[in-house]
């Protein structure tokens, strides 16, 4: 009787795990097609142009550690009509300070102090609402304090978005980590990344795909007026997300390319970070469709992380039943395609070493760990942290990510 239940969880097991392999047999050859296919920034077909001015809007909070090396690489951009609003967000560091000393030695430095943030704002979203007041510029190039940009990253930014008739271009960057812990987990949530919000979707106009990098994306001052600015996604967690959605579903035309050797940006700087970090990605998907989030919770868990100890179970009662041959050959399978994607991911997409995807099963714990605390925070009255703040997203809607 107990070989018999176990044959029925053992071939309920393979089932998933048929279906978890065939699952990443597409995202693999996804990414392959994404990596092949996908369009750079300073590859495309030069046409003759105006140098509009652009305003670049850069919100700080709190990056003492940060904001000078990227006010250095912008300062350096050989392309002459810009300026740089650099917002101090209420930063309770050294930020505001060196801000104000780049503005005094620097004229294309404009110093903001953004006013205290009203309730119903993610600081964020309010903090570049601040710099947009102060903007002059036809073009507005929106990035992140902890973002560095190679000196003609503007000038191919500008030339590539009106050589194409652009309404607004996004740059994939270069996603640093600070630690090994970040280095090891993002290989596997940037697996979804490469695909669910690849270029090549998002470039798909039949495609229902709209995002934005936070951390580079220009965009013409009438199409941000018309999607009601950051303004219309005030209250979003993952706003650069939802601001490109809208761009997307209001049939202006974007697109998305790699840069990744062109922009650096970090993509998270501590455990800490990092875990906030997840649990900001999972709270909006809840907040939107619960059903839709536990469902990509559980989706996840099995692509990420359950092939390794179904594979460990198989390989402890190996020789109990013929079921746990069958469960054992599915779960190596399943568990080398892990493998497979992560690494692919790493060297193709993050310039990472081989090393860091040999911790998979570590990387896929983390990030389910982190989705599934975010799906409990969801639910509850606590607030998230985030950038020094606490939010409470308690019967909040997010739209920032299509379900």
């Not at 053992?10 to 990414?31: E, Q």
């Not at 994306?217 to 007026?225: A, G, H, L, M, W």
């Amino acid at each position: 009787m107990i070989n018999i239940i176990l044959d029925i969880i053992n071939y309920i097991l393979v089932a998933i795990l048929i279906g978890v392999s065939a699952t990443w047999i597409a995202l693999i050859k996804s990414m392959l097609k994404t990596f092949h296919e996908s369009p750079f920034l300073d590859k495309f077909e030069k046409k003759e142009h105006e140098k509009p001015k652009v305003s670049i809007i850069l919100p700080a909070r709190n990056e003492e550690k940060f904001i000078g090396k990227c006010l250095d690489s912008l300062i350096k951009q050989d392309y002459d009509n810009y300026e740089i609003i650099t917002i101090n967000d209420s930063s309770n560091d050294a930020t505001g300070d060196i801000i104000k000393k780049y503005s005094e030695k620097f004229p294309k430095v404009i110093s903001v102090d953004a006013k205290p943030k009203p309730d119903g704002w993610m600081g964020k979203n309010w903090a570049c609402i601040e710099g947009y007041k102060k903007a002059s510029g036809d073009l507005l190039l929106f990035t992140d304090a902890d973002t560095v940009h190679t000196s003609s990253v503007i000038s191919l930014a500008v030339s590539h978005l009106l050589s194409l008739e652009l309404d607004a271009l996004t740059v994939i960057p270069r996603m640093l980590c600070l630690d090994k812990i970040t280095k090891i987990t993002l290989p596997m949530i940037s697996t979804f990344l490469h695909t669910r919000f690849s270029a090549l979707r998002v470039n798909d106009t039949s495609k229902g795909t709209g995002y934005f990098f936070g951390s580079f994306f220009i965009i013409r001052k009438s199409t941000y007026d018309s999607v009601g600015t950051h303004e219309g996604v005030k209250g979003e967690l993952v706003e650069d997300g939802a601001l490109g959605r809208k761009v997307k579903e209001s049939d202006f035309k974007m697109r998305m390319v790699r840069g990744e050797h062109l922009v650096d940006a970090v993509w998270a700087r501590d455990m800490p970070t990092l875990w906030n970090a997840l649990k900001r990605l999972m709270i909006p998907l809840y907040l939107q469709n619960a059903k839709i989030a536990v469902a990509s919770f559980f989706g996840v868990l099995f692509l990420l992380f359950m092939p390794f100890p179904i594979l460990g179970y198989s390989i402890i009662f190996f020789n109990s039943t013929d079921s746990f041959l069958i469960l054992f050959a599915i779960s190596c399978i399943a568990s080398i395609l892990v493998y497979i994607g992560g690494i692919l991911d790493a060297t193709k997409g993050l310039d990472l070493k081989i090393k860091y995807s040999l911790f998979a099963p570590v990387g896929g714990f983390i990030v389910v760990s982190g989705f599934l605390a975010g799906l409990i925070q969801a639910k509850s009255k606590t607030a998230i942290s985030w950038r020094g703040r606490t939010y409470h997203m308690k019967g909040q809607v997010q739209k920032s990510i299509n379900v």
